[in-house]
């Protein structure tokens, strides 16, 4: 795991005007204020650009109201990314914008072809030394497999994900070996799966919220560990917890909007190395 | 071998060479043979003596060197067609690895003889015999001598002869009597063969021995060598036992290779030691053992580049020096190229600087160190099990579905194709659970039971646990990791001072052109079609000798366990029952022929089990049983096919029974092999539940044979002192002895994982039938008195008057009837030799699961633990103590997957079952009456157990009735009931056990 975090580039997604009412969502009904997503990003993307990473920004993409969510377009690990099949089909079409930029960074980009397979990035947790993959609404057990073909140095298990959008939806990686987990059931339930299937041993960073437990962390040369995660106005208790890691460049970052169609602080956002290519 | 080396290379692709040899031999051989045509038998018994004289088989080897090669140029002229054919069947293969090999010293002609002795076998009958047979060395060798082929005969004089006044030295008695040598193969991991002669009863050891001082290795713990049972699995070769029992059919070739894959090899002391371990890796991954990306493929390549040619050099180095290589399964140019991008940027790392950036980068690999096997879960969905260091993973297609660290397993047994492990409970739960997978055959359920058997103790123990050598009986597989512990190695290895061996990297080259025409794993496996016709051979002349036969019993159990070894350890019957000998001996037999022979064995296996558990009950009653009796016993075993090592066992044994009759008082945790192998894995629940119903329930369990139980109870690293010695493991092999045991290991066999406290829990038996006893105490634990009556009937030639009804047919129906008498609070003390073990035993569990819940939480608060395995689509078998014993009955019939031909009845008297837990008494005493009919054989244990001040005496009762016709059970039992309360009056019979076998119908093979 030592170069966990390491990045370059940041992809990111314009918002489209179809953001605000074609966003699919699970069940927060909360209508979006488009003003505020559309501020939001921006903030997250001045954010990026402040850390030194190289963001590509795709244009936005009017018939694809889900496309500001590049996290599920596409795992990238080291110098491969896999282009995933969306579980939902609205949103496959996202893919080729993202296939383009990644190509461009000139990764090994390999495509999801089978038919029956659907994986969603936000499924995806790479611990920097295996992969976990939850089996949820949008990601099924050939995704999975194919990510499995495509990254083979790495042990790749499934995690069931019974609620909950997707696997990312309450777990991210907050560092090195340190796995942020949010409290639900499901959680930590998921959790318990992942510690099992583990050969690894991780920390955990448990917070009140499960949409609190998606954060961003990147390790920048010189900068050290820097944690983007959701801030104390929005999740007061969880943040906390944040603030008591030591070490890190906190960044806490608003994601009012975008919470409201189940997008986390990492689904607007793919990462790449470019000098992971050996 | 000299000759060879020479020779050979220009011959090598060639198949013919070792027809030529062979026919070479054969000819050479007559002439000098004819006149010691009678020598063999007689020097026969003295080889069992010889046989541990390492220095025996080379010593003379090397002188008659010169010879062989005469022999063998002017044999190589002659080509018989037949041989020709033969050898591209089997041998072409090994020839070809032969021909590189290194050592010059070995005569060639040692080699020859000996292939073609086994070349010739499936032609001559007589001489294939030898090779594969091998359970009787004295034996099989009068046996072939008046069997064998004219031409077969007289190689085999030769070979004895020859060492004898060639060798001359070494030992004249040893030579003259007739030194049965043999030249193994062995690949090594640079893909050359390496020629060794070691003499036919040699063990694993030795010629493990002979590879690793030929590559000069000192930390070989971490390696061994594999060979292909018949049915092209790779199986690992015990160094504790002899070859030629475990490679049973198949050719003396074998593989050298990497058996536990050190999870950290920059530990590892020497640079030759990483050097090998590269090469196995090199060879996974070229092969796609072990799968990593192209990046991965192309920098451990380019380290491979680095280490076997050093500094790029573009004048040297042109643009295809890299294709001569083989990294990767499928070898792309790009792969290339970008292998010689890398490699360029290694300049200036040395070999040794090299392999260890290479097995950094292989390490992480998540298959790096998984040993495969292919099984299916409940559903019969196809998985893939994965043994690792940590423990064992679960796979479906690719993706990691399930793990189960050491420390979360309890329990792993195999019955039949049923691999089966129980798993501690969680945190949340309160129950243990049983997972199940089904595997291919037995055998394959066996092999993965022995892996995951010794990876856990070379991973997780400090020191390997002891196997139990007392023990006359054995149910199941006694089967233990014997060799040093990681720990131990470690700790070796750290001590060795001595200037780095030289050693050549060159390898790959070779072994990657090697791996491209003719794999080097599968070299092996061309051998055995020729091995089937072996078996076939002797079969179809039908002049098996019972000896022989008896030797093939055990080849089958061989073939089905790939454990051959064991057999002659189990083999000690206890029971002088002649007759249920016999009938294992028929059974043995069938198995003779080759097709039949999976059926058969089961058959015979069931039935043995059935005695065997019984046995093993025995066993622990049998303090008291004299010497004599014993022997006799043994003798009486009939499956046995060798005489020689019962010698030593029996020498051995009488003191070590009783070393472990002390140990066994001890009442830890008792696992009654009572009835069937789940019977006795779930006898305390089942005993419970009874017991909390109050009443007598009859419960059917259909099971597909008794079960012979190994429990192992294995101190934990951890919880033991750091020092290895401290901890020893108990070996809780039943042991039922007869012959047939082997069989019974194969079948099935149990190991736990468990650390215990108390290294002293060496005897399961004790454990278990004390267990049952708790199960079966109608009261408090103190007060019972437990009679166990057990019957056993194998109906072979008529019922048994008391027992049988009617005749069966060609079945064995055994039954077991366990009475237990009332609790009599007799408060007999007998000398109570209370064992301080037993509260260690006690102990134990409470230890564990602390140290478990430890382990775990290892990580501190932080740390995530998880005590929940995720949910896979296995088997899942919930056992616990406190249900009812319908219930467990009922879970234990799901578990089978295999058709069960056995029927097993079980009839528990009303019990009152105050604790779930099992009190573990202490064995007072222990004997054991045997009483034989014609048809029938009784056996009657009698234990006294001390248990909280008040003693119980159990009397089991087993009887076993062979015969023809079926049996009515309820007839039989009727009266064996009877007759135990008639004897018994004070006595209440608490359990009775039918178990019937009938015909059998082999769903694995």
Same mark, same amino acid.
């Given at each position: ?44 993307? +001045? *954010? ?7 963001? /590509?920004? &795709?244009?936005?993409?009017? !018939? =694809? ?89 790495? +042990? *790749? ?7 909950? /959008?997707? &696997?990312?939806?309450?777990? !991210? =990686? ?89 997008? +986390? ?14 | ?1005």
């Amino acid at each position: 795991m030592a170069g966990f975090g390491n990045f370059t580039h940041a992809i990111v997604r314009a918002i489209p005007g179809s953001f605000a009412t074609g966003a699919l969502r699970t069940e927060n009904l909360e209508e979006v204020d488009p003003n505020r997503a559309l501020r939001e990003k921006k903030a997250y993307v +001045a *954010v990026l650009r402040e850390l030194g990473l190289e963001v /590509l920004e &795709l244009p936005a993409d009017e !018939s =694809m109201p889900d496309c500001v969510f590049v996290e599920d377009c596409a795992v990238v690990c080291g110098d491969t990314a896999l282009l995933t099949r969306p579980g939902a089909p609205s949103r496959r079409g996202e893919v080729e914008e993202m296939k383009t930029a990644l190509t461009n960074l000139s990764l090994n980009v390999v495509e999801m072809t089978d038919e029956t397979a659907t994986l969603d990035g936000g499924d995806v947790l790479f611990t920097g030394a295996e992969f976990f993959v939850g089996l949820s609404k949008r990601t099924n057990q050939r995704g999975a497999e194919i990510l499995a073909d495509t990254f083979k140095d790495y +042990a *790749v298990s499934t995690v069931p994900v019974s609620h909950g /959008l997707h &696997l990312k939806s309450f777990c !991210s =990686m907050a560092g090195p070996g340190l796995i942020a987990i949010g409290s639900s059931q499901t959680a930590q339930r998921a959790l318990k799966t992942m510690q099992q299937l583990s050969d690894h041993k991780y920390d955990k960073l448990t917070v009140p919220d499960d949409a609190a437990a998606n954060c961003v962390y990147i390790n920048m040369p010189g900068k050290g560990h820097i944690l983007l995660h959701v801030t104390p106005e929005q999740f007061p208790e969880s943040a906390k917890v944040f603030e008591k890691l030591k070490d890190y460049t906190l960044i806490p970052v608003s994601n009012l909007e975008n919470v409201k169609v189940d997008g +986390a602080l990492s689904c607007c956002l793919v990462l790449a190395n470019k000098l992971a290519r050996v | 071998m000299t000759t060879e080396v020479g020779s050979e290379p220009e011959v090598k692709k060639e198949p013919e060479k070792s027809p030529e040899e062979q026919e070479a031999e054969q000819q050479t051989n007559p002439s000098e043979s004819a006149p010691n045509g009678d020598a063999e038998p007689q020097p026969a018994p003295d080889n069992a003596e010889n046989a541990e004289a390492e220095p025996a088989p080379s010593d003379p080897l090397s002188t008659p060197s010169p010879d062989g090669q005469k022999k063998e140029k002017g044999i190589s002229r002659f080509l018989p067609p037949w041989l020709k054919r033969q050898k591209s069947n089997s041998q072409a293969e090994p020839r070809d690895g032969h021909a590189p090999t290194d050592t010059p010293t070995q005569p060639p002609t040692q080699e020859e003889l000996e292939d073609g002795q086994e070349e010739e076998g499936p032609k001559g009958e007589g001489t294939a015999v030898q090779p594969t047979g091998g359970a009787q060395e004295v034996q099989s060798g009068e046996e072939e001598s008046p069997v064998a082929n004219a031409e077969t005969q007289p190689v085999k004089q030769k070979e004895g002869e020859e060492w004898a006044p060639e060798s001359g030295v070494p030992s004249a008695l040893k030579l003259g009597k007739k030194m049965k040598i043999t030249v193994c193969h062995v690949t090594l991991l640079d893909g050359t063969q390496f020629p060794c002669e070691v003499e036919k009863r040699a063990k694993g050891q030795y010629l493990f021995s002979k590879v690793c001082e030929h590559l000069n290795l000192l930390e070989k713990d971490y390696f061994g060598l594999s060979f292909k049972d018949n049915t092209d699995q790779r199986c690992w070769l015990d160094p504790t036992k002899e070859i030629k029992h475990q490679i049973h059919n198949s050719q003396w070739q074998f593989a050298f290779s990497v058996k536990f894959y050190p999870p950290d090899p920059s530990q590892l002391t020497e640079d030759i030691t990483r050097y090998l371990l590269c090469l196995q890796l090199r060879q996974d991954i070229s092969l796609g053992r072990l799968p990593c990306s192209f990046v991965t493929h192309a920098l451990l390549g380019s380290y491979t580049l680095q280490a076997e040619l050093g500094d790029y050099d573009p004048d040297q180095h042109r643009s295809d020096y890299i294709a001569q290589f083989h990294f990767a399964p499928t070898q792309t140019k790009e792969l290339e190229v970008k292998l010689a991008e890398l490699h360029k940027s290694h300049k200036g790392m040395t070999p040794a600087q090299a392999d260890i950036q290479f097995l950094e980068n292989a390490k992480k690999l998540s298959m790096y160190g998984v040993d495969l096997h292919h099984a299916k879960d409940s559903e019969g969905v196809d998985i893939m099990l994965g043994v690792c260091a940590n423990g064992l993973l679960i796979y479906k297609d690719r993706l990691r579905i399930n793990r189960f660290a050491w420390p979360k397993i309890l329990k792993i047994s195999y019955k039949r194709c049923n691999f089966y492990i129980k798993i501690r409970p969680g945190e949340t739960e309160q129950f243990e659970s049983t997972v199940g997978f089904k595997l291919p055959n037995h055998r394959a359920a066996k092999r993965i039971w022995k892996v995951c058997v010794e990876h856990h103790t070379f991973f997780r123990l400090t020191s390997p646990e002891q196997p139990v050598k007392s023990k006359f009986l054995t149910l199941g597989s006694r089967f233990r990791y014997s060799g040093r512990t990681q720990a131990q190695t470690r700790q070796a290895s750290a001590l060795i001072h001595r200037s780095p061996p030289d050693f050549q990297r060159t390898s790959s080259k070779r072994s990657a052109r090697s791996l491209d025409g003719a794999p080097v794993v599968s070299v092996s496996d061309h051998t055995h079609p020729l091995v089937s016709t072996h078996a076939a051979g002797p079969g179809e002349n039908g002049r098996d000798s019972a000896l022989e036969l008896y030797s093939d019993s055990k080849s089958p159990q061989v073939e089905e366990g790939a454990e051959p070894g064991k057999g002659a350890a189990t083999a000690v019957p206890a029971e002088p029952a002649s007759e249920t000998w016999k009938a294992a001996d028929d059974s043995s037999e069938l198995k003779r022929e080759p097709r039949v022979q999976g059926e058969n064995i089961y058959v015979r296996h069931s039935k043995l089990m059935l005695e065997d558990l019984d046995k093993t009950q025995e066993e622990v009653l049998r303090h008291q049983a004299s010497v004599s009796e014993l022997k006799r016993s043994f003798m009486e075993a009939a499956p046995e096919p060798r005489p020689d090592q019962w010698d030593k066992r029996l020498t051995g044994s009488p003191a070590t029974s009783l070393h472990l009759q002390a140990h066994g008082k001890s009442p830890t945790r008792l696992e009654s092999a009572l009835s069937d192998s789940r019977d006795i894995s779930k006898s305390t629940e089942d005993d419970q539940s009874s017991g909390l119903n109050g009443q007598p329930e009859v419960i059917e369990v259909v099971e597909e044979t008794v079960v012979i139980e190994e429990v192992v109870r294995v101190a934990r690293p951890q919880s033991s002192a750091p020092e290895t010695a401290a901890t020893e493991p108990a070996l809780e092999g039943k042991d039922e002895g007869s012959a047939s045991s082997d069989s019974e290991s194969e079948e099935e066999a149990e190991y736990h994982p468990q650390l215990s406290g108390s290294a002293h829990l060496i005897r399961e038996d004790p454990e278990e039938e004390e267990q049952e006893v708790g199960l079966n105490q109608e009261a408090p634990p103190a007060a019972l008195k437990p009679c166990i009556i057990r019957e056993d009937v194998t109906d072979e030639a008529a019922a048994t008057a008391a027992n049988m009804a009617e005749p069966a047919d060609a079945q064995q129906q055994e039954g077991e009837v366990l009475v237990i008498p009332e609790k009599a609070p007799n408060g007999h003390t007998h000398d109570s030799e209370a064992p301080p073990t037993l509260f260690d035993e006690e102990e134990e569990p409470s230890f564990v699961n602390g140290d478990v819940s430890h382990v775990e939480g290892e990580h501190a608060p932080q740390v995530i633990c998880c005590s929940e395995p995720p949910v896979v689509k296995t088997e899942m078998v919930t056992i616990s103590d406190t249900f009812s014993a319908q219930k467990a009955e009922i879970t234990t019939k799901e578990v089978p997957i295999v058709h069960t031909e056995t029927k097993t009845i079980t009839y528990e008297a009303a019990q009152l079952d105050g604790s779930g837990d099992v009190e573990p008494g202490v064995l007072m005493t222990a004997h054991t009456i045997t009483s034989e009919s014609l048809c029938t054989t009784t056996t009657t244990h009698i234990t006294k157990t001390l248990k909280g001040g008040l003693s119980e005496t159990r009397i089991e009762k087993r009887i076993v009735i062979t015969g023809d016709s079926d049996i009515d059970h309820d007839q039989a039992l009727a009266q064996a009931i009877k007759e135990a309360k008639e004897q018994h009056p004070d006595m209440s019979v608490t359990r009775v056990v039918v178990h019937k076998e009938t015909d059998l119908a082999e769903e694995d093979e």
